[in-house]
């Protein structure tokens, strides 16, 4: 198992990650009934897909020389009403330092065929820009 989720009312749910220990609560949002105190699933799944760009880029980048310490990824998530679902998720990636025009390719191909982005259902739209130096 990866993790035990429990309802613990109110709306909010705890997550543990079983490896670690590592806890996570999470609340509806205050546009459905909750009290957005945490994050909420589906902001979860928006903020997913920025952290695994971020961690897939650094993990294949480190064999080519790419460092993206210091990156930041700015979430924007925008949700359609009928049904409930993510309409699209909104990355602005910037990345400090100085790449080579083959690099940066790599980087923004590396990141949007991440392993959550290639999970998602193709309805979810992905809008992301990346920027450098």
């Known amino acids: 198992m990866t993790s035990k989720i429990k309802y613990i009312g109110n709306l909010r749910c705890e997550s543990v990650h079983l490896q670690s220990g590592n ?3 999470t609340d509806a949002p ?9 994050f909420s699933p589906t902001d979860l799944c928006a903020t997913s897909l920025g952290q695994c760009m971020l961690t897939t880029i650094a993990i294949l980048g480190k064999d080519k020389g790419i460092n993206i310490d210091g990156a930041i990824c700015d979430v924007q998530k925008n949700m359609n ?3 409930r679902k993510i309409a699209e998720i909104m990355l602005d990636i910037h990345i400090p330092g100085d790449f080579t025009d083959e690099q940066k390719e ?3 191909d590396t990141g949007l065929n991440c392993p959550v982005a290639l999970s ?3 309805d979810v739209k992905k809008t992301v820009s990346f ?3």
């Open 23 to 25: 806890e996570i609560i």
């Open 106 to 108: 790599f980087i923004k």
């Open 30 to 38: 205050t546009d459905n009934h909750g009290q957005g105190a945490a």
């Open 131 to 133: 920027k450098f130096g």
């Open 81 to 83: 009403p009928k049904p």
């Open 120 to 122: 998602l259902h193709p």
